[in-house]
């Protein structure tokens, strides 16, 4: 490669290490103090950058912490939605699709945290995206459910909607959970637990017994909301 060529190439590559570098600062700040505490200046000054560069990548504070989620919700749905393809089964689709879920808050607390916080207090438009990307993300879960009502193996009537809140807001308990004791969340167990509960609650029952025991699981469910 000539010379000419390898500066030709530089000035674009110096530039995405540099966006990735003000990213990674970012999200460290903003995990550490919050968007609201965090500063601008702290995040150029891990970068060893001026606070001038970063409004020039990305216009304001508020379209930077966006970034950062955007960045790591692009990365955990193409996990999802990869990792999935391969998996047989309702059951064994929705085990994975919360496993998943208490993995990610597991090994990314911190930052969960920030998205579920201030993600509600930015204005219409970053809100408007942030649900489009938490959206997509939690597609995977509606999904598995239709299809299971497709194959016969879960009720009809069940809510999609009601399902996703359900194991969606509670695994966002244990979120909160997780930050204000400290304790390590036992991923693989709470995700059987969990699963199990789930599923025989939505899951097609053909005796009195079974449709008694899914009321019973059901209005368990309806507790966690």
């Known amino acids: 490669m000539s010379d000419a060529l390898e500066r030709k190439k530089s000035p674009r590559k110096n530039k995405n290490v540099r966006i ?10 903003f995990e550490q103090q919050g968007y609201e ?6 995040i150029a ?20 912490v966006l970034k ?9 749905t193409e996990s999802l939605y990869e990792e999935i393809t391969g998996i047989q089964g309702t059951r064994n689709r929705l085990h994975f699709v919360i496993w998943h879920h208490l993995k990610v808050i597991s090994d990314n607390a911190p930052l969960c945290a920030v998205i579920l916080r201030e993600s509600r207090g930015l204005d219409k438009a ?3 995206d942030i649900y489009q990307l938490n959206r997509n993300y939690t597609a995977p879960l509606r999904q598995v459910i239709q299809e299971g009502v497709a194959n ?15 194991v969606y807001g509670s695994i966002e308990h244990a979120l909160w959970n997780l930050l204000s004791d400290g304790e390590t969340l036992d991923v ?8 199990d509960m789930v599923f025989n609650g939505i899951r097609v029952h053909t005796t009195e017994v079974e449709s008694s025991e899914a009321a019973r699981l059901i209005k368990k469910l309806n507790k966690l909301l």
């Open 45 to 64: 000054e891990k970068v060893d950058i001026v606070e001038g560069t970063i409004f020039h990548y990305f216009g304001s504070k508020r379209k930077l």
């Open 20 to 29: 990735a570098s003000i990213l990674k600062a970012a999200r460290e700040t």
């Open 126 to 128: 970053f809100s408007k």
């Open 68 to 76: 950062v989620m955007e960045d790591f919700y692009n990365g955990i």
């Open 37 to 42: 505490q965090a500063k601008i200046s702290e």
């Open 152 to 166: 016969g193996e879960i009720n009809p009537e069940i809510s999609i909607s009601m399902v996703s809140n359900t």
């Open 188 to 195: 693989a167990k709470t995700a059987k637990d969990f699963t």
